[in-house]
């Protein structure tokens, strides 16, 4: 049984940082991609970022260019999104998602079968 579980969300104030970390486990192959999304109230759920099976490939949304980095720790099976300089407009729900991927490089928009953590909630108070 696959589990994708986030944490690391919570109330910072605009400019401020957070980490958010998912953990993967129950995956038989090690070629995954873990990719990270949001969800805000009246908008579609978008690609944040996305990291290939051996980190060396990494995608992001134009909006977070520069202020996000994903980074992944094979022996933890864990991905970090080091959030900085955040804004309101990236207060949102993040979900993280597993993706079996033989490819080079990763979707940002997700793929065939994801499996989906539960969330976690950042707000960015200006």
């Known amino acids: 049984q696959v589990q994708v579980v986030e944490s690391g969300g919570g109330l910072v104030q605009a400019g401020g940082s957070l980490r958010l970390s998912c953990t993967v486990s129950g995956l038989t192959s090690t070629t995954y991609t873990v990719g990270w999304f949001r969800k805000s109230q009246g908008k579609e759920r978008e690609g944040v970022s996305c990291?290939?099976?051996?980190?060396?490939?990494?995608a992001y949304v134009d909006s977070v260019k520069g202020r996000f980095t994903i980074s992944r720790d094979n022996a933890k099976n864990t991905v970090y999104l080091q959030m900085s300089s955040l804004k309101p407009e990236d207060t949102a729900m993040y979900y993280c998602?597993?993706?079996?991927?033989?490819?080079?490089?990763?979707?940002?928009?997700?793929?065939?079968?994801?499996?989906w953590g539960q969330g976690t909630q950042v707000t960015v108070s200006s």
């Open positions: 998602a597993a993706t079996p991927w033989s490819f080079s490089g990763c979707p940002l928009g997700g793929g065939v079968v994801n499996y």
């Open positions: 990291i290939g099976w051996s980190g060396g490939s990494t």
